[in-house]
Nanobody, 123 residues
Framework: VQLVESGGGLVQAGGSLTLSCATS????????IGWFRQVPGEEREGIAC????????YYGDRVRGRFSISSDNAKNTVYLRMNNLEPDDTAVYYC?????????????????WGQGTQVTVSS
């Protein structure tokens, strides 16, 4: 099983980035894929999720309206388009997979994680 994030980098405030989470080794269509971020010393924050089971989508309050999540079943890849980035968006971004989950399910287990990609937003 692999989840590989890419697309992070350094961007100025107001700019955009698109993160990719390329997956392999499991039945992509049976999982929800979520994006999380973490700043050293702070709690991990769930920011967006898409269920490949029913297409349901969740956004965290801090990113709703600026970030957009999408899924390409042909490529087993989930994308996170991040617009109007702010310095507070600086973090390591991770994707994770949860089997059998649709948005609204609680609690749930996160079965697989990627290694993370750094996003740095300069002011």
């Amino acid at each position: 099983v692999q989840l590989v994030e890419s697309g992070g980098g350094l961007v100025q405030a107001g700019g955009s980035l698109t993160l990719s989470c390329a997956t392999s080794g499991f039945s992509f269509e049976d999982y929800a894929i979520g994006w999380f971020r973490q700043v050293p010393g702070e709690e991990r924050e769930g920011i967006a999720c898409i269920s490949n089971i029913d297409g349901s989508i969740y956004y965290g309050d801090r990113v709703r309206g600026r970030f957009s999540i999408s899924s390409d079943n042909a490529k087993n890849t989930v994308y996170l388009r991040m617009n109007n980035l702010e310095p507070d968006d600086t973090a390591v971004y991770y994707c994770a997979a949860a089997w059998g989950v649709v948005v609204g399910d609680s609690p749930y287990d996160l079965d697989y994680w990627g290694q993370g990609t750094q996003v740095t937003v300069s002011s």
